[in-house]
């Protein structure tokens, strides 16, 4: 009985409750099997506050070695842009590399146990002279030459060693983020497979493709651009949920386009992609990927704006450069994720895959397509 009144008073208190929030589980259409809690009332529950993770904004760093000046202070350099002169951008070894060449050891079978020779390579771009300079505060023409200079690496990887299968670029920003120097800086990770989420995406996106004969990132920015619909409750009438055209959109280029995602794992994760169908990163042209440097400038300043301080991390997903997926040019579109780290997971993220995401993906794509920018 006890248990009954117990139940009974709490289904009392939530009824008197005017609004508890979002609770959804959505599933991520590129990769079904990844799911989203979008559980916007965790964000109300009681929890010590956390002082903004203070950024360096100096310009130069004396004993920072990524530093203009401080060049013997790195591993060796790979290369630099420009070639002559002061240097904007520069490449070296990872002193701490996660795989590399230096050394090869058999691969192993014993049992159920396997492991094979951690070969690769491991790479740090230091992104910019100025120690402090966040994405949203660079040039539109740095951008440009940033992605155009990851482009080349890429392109210099692939034809350096056929045993590399995969070249991720990835970026941490903030301690947050796994970042361990202030500097800004991305990183270059050459591997002998390809990562599992890519081959997911691929494997996945390549399905859709078979049944339905039109690539699924395309369908999903024909969809943001596009698609409208209200749906109401059978019984009341209310409107449950109400989709408007471009209520997902953040930044528009004129080749590119920046999307809040549906299913969002991260409470403002953004996807940057090509309007029209491109699969591979390494065939962008100078022209887009200039138009892209605007939009990710543009949509990083958003984020500023709306979350100030972002820690994040980024990570630029493009088609494995391997014979297998020749037939997946149709059906596997390149993008860049932008996470930003504003929550730790738990122990039930952890535990159950389950991403939990205490901000809906309508609110927060309301507060970043609203912030007034300046034109350029």
């Known amino acids: 009985m006890l248990l009954a009144q117990n139940t009974k008073q709490t289904e009392t208190n939530m009824s008197e409750q005017e609004d508890i929030g979002t609770r959804e589980i959505r599933i991520n259409p590129i990769v079904p099997t990844e799911s989203v809690l979008i559980a916007t009332a965790r964000s109300m529950r009681p929890q010590k506050a956390e002082d903004a993770a203070p950024r360096d904004t100096r310009k130069h760093v004396e004993r920072c070695p990524f530093c203009r000046g401080n060049e013997d202070k790195t591993p ?27 050394r090869q050891s058999p691969n192993m079978i014993f049992g159920l146990q396997q492991a094979i020779n951690g070969y690769g390579r491991h790479e740090v771009i230091v992104d910019h002279s100025q ?78 493709y078979e049944k339905n004969h039109h690539c699924i990132f395309c369908t999903l920015v024909d969809e943001a651009l596009t698609y409208e619909a209200t749906i109401y409750d059978r019984d009341s009438g209310k409107i449950v949920r109400k ?6 959109v953040i930044e528009r280029g004129e080749h590119f386009i920046a999307i809040k995602p549906f299913a969002s794992r991260y409470e403002w994760e953004i996807h940057i992609l090509p309007l029209v169908h491109k699969s591979d990163f390494i065939k962008a042209t100078p022209e887009e990927l200039d138009d892209f ?22 990570f630029l997903h493009t088609i494995p450069l391997d014979a297998q997926y020749d037939d997946c040019q149709n059906s596997y579109h390149w993008h860049l994720e932008i996470c930003p ?36």
Do not use: C
Request: charged share 20%; aromatic share 8%; net charge negative.
């Open 131 to 208: 120690h402090g300079i966040a994405i949203h505060e660079m040039s539109q023409a740095h951008l440009s030459m940033l992605f155009q200079t990851y482009q080349s690496r890429m392109k210099e990887l692939y034809n350096a060693d056929k045993r590399l299968k995969y070249v991720l670029i990835f970026k941490n920003f903030g301690p947050a983020a796994g970042a361990s120097m202030a500097h800004t800086h991305s990183q270059i990770i050459a591997t002998p497979v390809i990562p599992q989420n890519v081959q997911d995406e691929v494997e996945h996106s390549k399905n859709y």
């Open 243 to 248: 989709i408007d055209v471009g209520q997902y």
């Open 76 to 102: 060796p350099e790979i290369t630099r842009v420009p070639e002559n002169g002061d240097w904007a951008i520069r490449i070296v070894e990872n002193l701490y590399p996660v795989l590399g060449d230096d």
């Open 341 to 376: 780290r504003t929550s730790i997971p738990s122990g039930f993220e952890l535990g159950s895959g389950l991403f939990v995401n205490t901000v809906s993906p309508e609110d927060a794509a309301i507060q970043l397509s609203n912030v007034v920018l300046d034109e350029e």
């Open 293 to 314: 440097a605007r939009v990710l400038k543009r949509t990083m300043q958003r984020l500023d704006s709306v979350i100030g301080g972002a820690q994040y991390n980024y």
